[in-house]
């Protein structure tokens, strides 16, 4: 189906795409930041109504799904420290810029005599970006991009999850 009204997405129609591109743009709430939110979708792939429906309900619980999120990126860092030590060392070169809260990060750190940033410190400052909603992804149809300082570099933390919300994996992009 090429063309579909959503009780949440409203109408949608691939007819005019040429490749992937976004159907439905609108940003969603979460603790009083507007968070952009797009869905994903490709000439190919007929829109389907349940997949629709459970990205609605599964929006529907950001706040938890940003928690969930959070929880699996504290972890997944504190086993996988290479994107919190390549952001500090960015941070940490002569005449950095636009990295202000990994250096704060840094020197919380360092004031409490820790040469690294915890896991903990550096999600609790990641900034959720953006939602992705792909109808034509099935391993990971919905994707968190997380950021910090997104004025000073291009590096993201993926946390991709299927419909549901459920998390499946870890990736750090660019």
Known sequence: MNTITHPYFGLLSTTKLQDTDVIWEVPQ???????????????????DAA???????TLGTLAQLDQKAREAL??????ESDFIDNLAEAASEEGAQGLPTVQTLLQQARA???????????????????????????????????RLDPEGNDQILAVKCDAQG?????AWES
Do not use: M
């Open 29 to 47: 709430d979460l603790n009083g930041k507007a968070i952009e939110t797009w869905l994903w979708a490709d000439p190919a792939t007929s829109l």
């Open 51 to 57: 997949l629709l429906d459970t990205f609605a309900s």
């Open 74 to 79: 504290a972890l997944h860092l504190q086993t």
């Open 112 to 146: 409490a005599g820790r040469e690294q940033i915890r896991a903990s410190d550096f999600v609790a400052a990641l900034q959720l970006e953006n939602i992705s909603l792909w109808c034509s992804h099935d391993d990971a149809p919905l994707v968190l991009d997380y």
């Open 166 to 170: 459920n998390i499946t994996e870890i």
